[in-house]
């Protein structure tokens, strides 16, 4: 055994001196770089081992910060859950406390709730009370709603919330709010308005409204059943039967009075053109409308009333706009009768709610005037936002389409209501529209229908009272298409002699051809004619004639005549 083996048995270590010579030192627990670079018998036995540099040192204190950091993380979650526990323990404890521990003995309204939870408690109270109390009128009965619940409610979050006394009270005082709201709605189901002498129908046979007679109303004293529901409610006397009184309520108008107080309140006329088919369209309208009745509140529809205009039901093609083009079918014309009615509405006092411009100028009315329907798409719409049942009139004979609303005046007497329209701007006409014809000489070109252009209308509501104005304001804006000039001309370079006259109207008008318009309701509408109009020319003339018994007074009426050069 060699010197080292001995000293490594030993315990001993061998170091080397500076100037390489070795030596013992006992139990150092250090090898100096000369032991690890030698081949002696220790590194044999313990074999060879790699030198640990400043980094292992640095790996020792992360892994060290790392587990100190962990223990730190775990001592803290333990002490949040053992923590959280204990909040948990301690909030079911003092619910149980505040739920169900009352350790006083405490009485509300003489009803015993020491022991009992708030929901408990709440059970009991309502137990004793046993609310019932309910309001009979006739053969009918209403139930009324607890009005304690929640003074009930506020009382025990009291006694469940700080030191408590023995006895409560409920207190029922300050709920004359609550039983009125409650008193308005029985009310609102039991009373019956006093009916009005009306008008109410329309006898076809006699051509004469019918009028029914006035009815009493029933109107719940509510005054009285608000102090009675109170006076129960302070007695204690929660399951009471209270019976409502009702007074009658007298009629304002009786029948005669009615039928002297009906009157036309608004009327329009226009005049229609010698189309045979487009004027039995629009007499087929107007008659649907004719002896119309109108409740209160309620809401008119062209549509709904005049129903589709369908060759079954009469209506002839005449023409009508679809999508700018003018075509035949069933129900042209019909807006003529839609906007006369339109300009009779509105002079009336009454509501518009629906009303739609056509595409382009109408004839039959001032632009911005008018009022384009289709059925299935736009509609003319109204509300009677008076305080009696309406009717419309209608007559239409010698071309004259005269429309009338029927009834107790709306407006103020001595006030009427009139439209104004102003062109506001001239929109290009399209591109024209070229026909080719080889009788014609190259080069050449006709205008046989010139060109319209489209518009902007803005129309206002003029108020006059007496005749004087007293408000000029916007109603509605309009706008209208514009329609292209046809042009006849030969571009083919080949001339084909006339075989017959020529058909071309000769251009002698002023140095203008006579403007063609025709009336139209737009895409897919039911209006239009075959027989173009001129521009139309307005009068406003007086009424000639009532369209009722008893009346002779008129609001509005203006009659629209074509140029006979449309004829």
Known sequence: MSQDDNRQRSGGRTHSSQNGSKRNT????????????????????????????????????????????ASVISVMAAVKYIGGHKTKETDVNSTKVSETQLKKEVHVDGVSITGLSKTEAKKAIDQSIGWGMKVTYESETYELKNFLDDRIDSLLDEIYSKDT?????????????????????????????????????????????????????????????????????K???????????????????TEEQAKALYKVIGTYTTTTTT???????????????????????????????????????????????????????????????????????VFAGLTTTERHAHSYEPSYVTPGEDAMVSFGGPD?????????????????????????????PILEDGVTLSMTSNKTAELDAPAPIYEEDQTMQPGEEKVIKQETKGSRWVTNLVTKKNGTVVSDEFFHNSTYRGKPATIKRNTTGVVVPATEPSQTVPETHQGNPPTQTLPDSGPGTNAGETAPTTVAETQNTPATQAETEGTTAENTQSIIQPNPMSQ
């Not at 030698?38 to 587990?67: C, D, W």
């Not at 006394?165 to 409650?182: A, W």
């Not at 308005?184 to 009005?196: L, M, T, Y």
């Not at 487009?278 to 062209?302: C, D, H, V």
């Open 26 to 69: 006992p139990n150092s627990g250090r090898r100096t770089s000369q032991s690890y670079r030698g081949g002696n018998s220790y590194q044999q036995r313990r074999g060879k081992k790699r030198r640990r540099g400043p980094q292992y040192g640095i790996t020792k204190i992360l892994l060290a910060a790392v587990f100190a950091v």
């Open 380 to 408: 003319m719409k109204f509300v009677n936002n008076s305080s009696s049942a309406i009717a419309i009139r209608t007559s239409f004979a010698d071309r004259k389409l005269k429309i009338s609303i029927v009834g107790i």
């Open 235 to 253: 007695a204690k006397n929660y399951k009471g039967s209270i019976a409502a009184q009702a007074t009658e309520t007298a009629p304002k108008i």
């Open 165 to 233: 006394k023995e006895e409560y009270t409920i207190d029922t005082d300050g709920l004359d709010d609550e039983v009125e709201t409650e008193v308005k709605a029985i009310a609102g189901k039991w009373d019956v308005p006093a009916k009005n002498g009306s008008i109410s129908g329309f006898d076809k046979a006699t051509g004469k409204f019918v009028y029914a007679g006035e009815k009493k109303g029933i109107a719940i004293d509510q005054d009285k059943l608000t102090a009675d529901i109170l006076a129960q409610i």
């Open 275 to 345: 189309n045979s088919d487009r004027n039995k369209n629009i007499e087929l309208a107007s008659t649907a409308l004719n002896g119309m009745i109108l409740q209160p509140g309620e809401e008119f529809s062209f549509n709904k009333t005049t129903g589709e205009r369908s060759s079954a039901k009469g209506y002839r093609p005449a023409g009508a706009y679809l999508n700018g083009v003018l075509i035949e079918e069933p129900g042209g014309g019909v807006c003529q009768v839609s906007s006369t009615l339109y300009n009779a509405v």
